[in-house]
T-cell receptor, first 115, second 116 residues
């Protein structure tokens, strides 16, 4: 079965510094990978996805993610963090079972950007 | 363009009570999903409906039932609520194709359920 792991419960970074939120995956076949963000008391919002092509994927709000096949990783990055980036971030992978596609989510990483 | 609408936003139940969480999408998506979110556990799939007229169990279906009323609506029912079902519930829908369209899932804003 497909799975993703987010090894850090929380990431702390100072405003203006680069940030990385880690995600590793385990799939059979080619991975379809996603990042979502959740602000307090809100639903999840799409940030970016990787299906094929360029290993560096650019998404919303200045975020990007680097797909690394040899390390089975899909880390989320931003060159300069903002306090408003503080939120809960989820990595997800597409899973195919029982003739249906669905997303399998990681446990989430809380990002705290301090002023 | 409302996207995915969930009702209610908040609910408190007593153990043993029943209730139905409602979800509707206006994007003409075929597939709809119910997840629960618990601290440290991410989102876990309860039930899903790949298309109108079909429903299937996800990872944590026990204690829940679902109905895909039509293409727009997918409801989640708790027949006899238990404290272990205290959680935040999210409905989602997905666009056409194996890549889930442009955005993967589109999520509702959630229902915060407390069972006492």
């Amino acid at each position: 079965a497909q799975s993703v792991a987010q090894p850090e419960d929380q990431v702390n970074v100072a405003e203006g510094n680069p940030l990385t939120v880690k995600c590793t995956y385990s799939v059979s076949g080619n991975p379809y990978l996603f990042w979502y963000v959740q602000y307090p008391n809100r639903g999840l919002q799409f940030l970016l996805k990787y299906i094929t092509g360029d290993n560096l994927v650019k998404g919303s709000y200045g975020f990007e993610a680097e797909f690394n096949k040899s390390q089975t990783s899909f880390h989320l990055k931003k060159p300069s963090a903002l306090v408003s980036d503080s939120a809960l971030y989820f990595c997800a992978v597409r899973d195919y079972r029982d003739s249906s596609y669905k997303l399998i989510f990681g446990s989430g990483t809380r990002l705290l950007v301090r002023p | 363009n409302a996207g995915v609408t969930q009702t209610p936003k908040f609910q408190v139940l007593k153990t043993g009570q029943s209730m139905t969480l409602q979800c509707a999408q206006d994007m003409n998506h075929n597939s709809m999903y119910w997840y629960r979110q618990d601290p440290g556990m991410g989102l876990r799939l309860i039930y899903y409906s790949a298309s109108e007229g079909t429903t299937d169990k996800g990872e944590v279906p026990n204690g829940y039932n679902v109905s895909r009323l039509n293409k727009r609506e997918f409801s989640l029912r708790l027949e006899s609520a238990a404290p272990s079902q205290t959680s935040v519930y999210f409905c989602a829908s997905s666009g056409p194709g194996q890549g889930f369209g442009n955005y993967g899932y589109t999520f509702g804003s959630g229902t915060r359920l407390t069972v006492v």
